[in-house]
């Protein structure tokens, strides 16, 4: 943290992941009880059990109410999981539990504990649904132990204002529900930009910081303007100032927002832009947007909750969702199972592997079951020709110019496109031999940055490493659009790198042919490329790949184009 010298203000430094600027309270987000706020309770100052139990029972009348309450207010799937959690707070069993902990002589926080950790041993050996409420159950429990002791509860909280919430790290669940108009910036102590918190709130379009050491120290309700461009957070600034600095990032945002192609630079250089989809529906939704195409279908996400590979008709039948809103002469660019490591699929991942990132997973399931790869390509290429859409088609975690190969005449054989992801470090070594083989490359900037770092993109702790700014993970990309200006053929970015419209500009400049995002970000990337020539894109990758790390990256380019 730095002050400075003049005045009470203090700034505090992140990763940026969604640029704007937002001002407003501190609004902390909960996760475990206090430790030392469970030690000073104790164990409670009750005369006997009985009396024990009935703070027990008005602790889960407060939580099932607040589970109901955010019931009434939310929709669909969301309401009934609610609803649900309500009910198992309530549950007669787990009193029961309770109960008897408390006859034994426990106090009431190890009694909850011990009740809970009973019904997750039960839960999880009868697999299925029952073992995906282990997690309700261990939000119930913090939640009941939270109340007892007298703590807020854990989660995120509804602001009563526009407000700035602040958090160790964030899960999906705690923020795929966040209202923009409430929630105005994100800011976590840990996370990286490829985080859980970093891609939803590239979804929601607010402001996010990730990875600002010392944010939770910072004290609930303090006033803070939060940069998601240059990734600081300023507390004690002036509220008349922060106002003028919003108004601006909101009326720049807007303008931005207004953007509609067709997308080239200021010099009439045509760049595709182009969408990344799971299924029909946001495929649907994301051709509505100023978009080339699909760059990335990630097919995978359709079959994590099926147990039994489906057939080649139902394979198509899915495709052609995907495929169909672009047949007015748009592409799709299907990518064939990315299965394994954190997305299982029980039809295909092997189970048990020690280090799953780094085993079979990907093209490498098709090494010992040729048929769950001819079988997808067939489903790919009957949907191809029901819709008349132009498809391509890449395979994940290619690692030789073999495999490419062999993939490759597969694909071709059924008359599609056949291209590879860049995603392993030796793929971009041998971008230029890879290219003999196939028509394409794709480059996964999230794998490629874990892999060329030695670090989990998931680890918190290592965030600063999975940063797509670091110069080895720039100067992989630059050796493999060298390779794609080399020999005439596409060469695009899929991964997260593609949403930053600051980066943006230097991906084009290394010979970055495309660039595929969540559709939310197609305009504010198609704005800022706009806005400048590719002379000044060329200068940006320069300075990008010239910079000691991924901060003074970012300012080197920030000070090229005048940001």
């Known amino acids: ?28 987000v909960r996760g475990e009880v206090s430790p030392d706020a469970i030690a000073r309770y104790g164990d409670g100052d009750f005369p006997d059990a ?44 787990l009193r029961s539990g309770v109960a008897k902990n408390l006859q034994a002589g426990q106090g009431p926080v190890a009694a909850v504990q011990g009740a809970v950790e009973q019904f997750v041993t039960i839960f999880t050996t009868m697999g299925g649904l029952m073992a995906e409420r282990v997690t309700d159950l261990r939000d119930i429990e913090r939640r009941v132990v939270a109340h007892l002791v007298g703590e807020p509860a854990p989660g ?132 509505a947007e100023p978009v080339g195409g699909v760059g990335l279908f990630r097919t995978e996400l359709c079959f994590l909750d099926q147990k039994e590979e489906p057939s080649v008709e139902e394979q198509a039948e899915i495709y052609s969702a995907v495929l169909a809103p672009y047949a007015d002469g748009r592409y799709v660019v299907v990518r064939t199972l990315d299965a394994g490591s954190d997305k299982p699929i029980a039809f295909a991942t092997h189970e048990g592997e020690e280090n799953p990132a780094l085993g079979v997973r990907g093209l490498r399931l098709s090494f010992g079951n040729p048929g769950l790869m001819d079988r997808q390509l067939d489903g790919i290429a009957a949907a191809a020709e029901k819709t008349g859409t132009e498809t391509w088609v890449m395979a994940p975690m290619v690692a030789t110019v073999a495999e490419a190969a062999d993939f490759a005449a597969k694909v071709r054989a059924r008359g599609l496109k056949a291209g590879v992801m860049v995603e392993i470090p030796s793929a971009a070594l041998l971008a230029h031999r890879m290219l003999e083989v196939v028509d394409f490359l794709s480059i996964g900037t999230n794998d490629l940055t874990q892999y060329a770092m030695a670090a ?54 290394m010979g970055i042919t495309s660039l595929s995002m969540a559709a939310r970000a197609v305009r504010p990337v198609g704005a800022q490329l706009s806005r400048v020539s590719f002379e000044t894109c060329e200068a940006a990758a320069e300075a990008a790949l010239g910079a000691p790390d991924p901060m003074a990256g970012r300012a080197a380019v920030r000070e090229l184009l005048g940001h």
């Not at 640029?19 to 501190?26: D, E, H, I, R």
């Not at 958090?167 to 409430?182: R, Y």
């Open 456 to 509: 989990d993109r998931m680890a918190t702790d290592l965030a600063h490493l999975t940063d797509p700014w670091q110069p080895a993970v720039l100067q992989l990309i630059a050796i493999t659009a060298h390779a794609g200006t080399e020999a005439g053929k596409p060469v695009g970015v899929c991964g997260e790198a593609a949403a930053d419209p600051l980066l943006a500009t230097a991906l084009i400049g």
């Open 50 to 93: 009985d009396a024990a139990l009935v703070a027990y029972d008005d602790a889960v009348a407060a939580v099932a109410e607040t589970f109901t309450t955010k019931a009434a207010s939310a929709q669909g799937a969301a309401a009934e999981v609610l609803t649900a959690s309500a009910g198992l707070a309530r549950d007669k069993g």
């Open 156 to 287: 995120v909280p509804t602001p009563s204002e526009p407000s700035i919430l602040v958090a160790e790290d964030l899960a999906p669940s705690d923020t795929s529900g966040l209202d923009p108009q409430l929630v105005t910036a994100l800011v976590t102590e840990r996370g990286g930009a490829t985080s859980h918190t970093a891609i939803i709130a590239r979804q929601l379009g607010i402001p996010c910081v990730v990875g600002a050491a010392g944010i939770m120290d910072v004290p609930a309700g303090a006033f803070l303007v939060v940069d998601g461009e240059t990734g600081t957070i300023e507390q004690g600034a002036d509220p008349a100032e922060a106002r003028v600095r919003v108004e601006e990032s909101r009326r720049l945002r807007e303008e931005l927002a207004s953007w509609s192609g067709p997308a080239s630079t200021s010099d009439g250089m045509p760049v595709k832009l182009l969408a990344n989809v799971a299924d029909g529906a946001s495929a649907e939704s994301a051709g």
């Open 1 to 28: 943290m730095t002050t400075s010298a003049d005045s009470a203000a203090t700034t505090l430094s992140g990763t940026p992941v969604v640029p704007g600027v937002a001002a407003g309270p501190a609004l902390h």
